[in-house]
């Protein structure tokens, strides 16, 4: 009987374990949380007016680190005129990893 009490306590915690694997495993955001958190963390420093974004993440590498990412472009207003700035965001996260102004 103690062999198998261990064999279904085993058992159990391979179950635990692999279900815990699995949930944590990160899928990507939606493209359209992606650009909220984008227009999220301008909001401070920029009026935004207009907005897009990618509907299909591609994948990057930079510094040898493979990204899922989405980009995407957003129109804020400076004073009487408007600004155009393309961003790439982490399609798992959120976080913007480049943010430039269109020349």
């Not at 040898?64 to 155009?84: A, D, L, R, T």
């Amino acid at each position: 009987m103690k062999n198998g009490g261990f064999l279904l306590g085993a058992a159990i915690g391979m179950a635990a374990g692999l279900l815990i694997a699995k949930k944590t495993q990160q899928a990507p955001l939606q493209p359209e949380k992606a650009l909220g958190a984008v227009k999220r963390a301008l909001k401070p420093e920029y009026t935004v007016q207009g907005s897009w974004i990618h509907m299909i993440p591609e994948s990057i590498n930079r510094s040898n680190v493979k990204y899922n990412v989405y980009n995407g472009g957003v129109s804020c207003e400076n004073g009487q005129e408007m600004e155009h700035y393309n961003f790439t965001v982490d399609a798992n996260t959120g976080t913007i990893l480049e943010f430039t102004k269109q020349a």
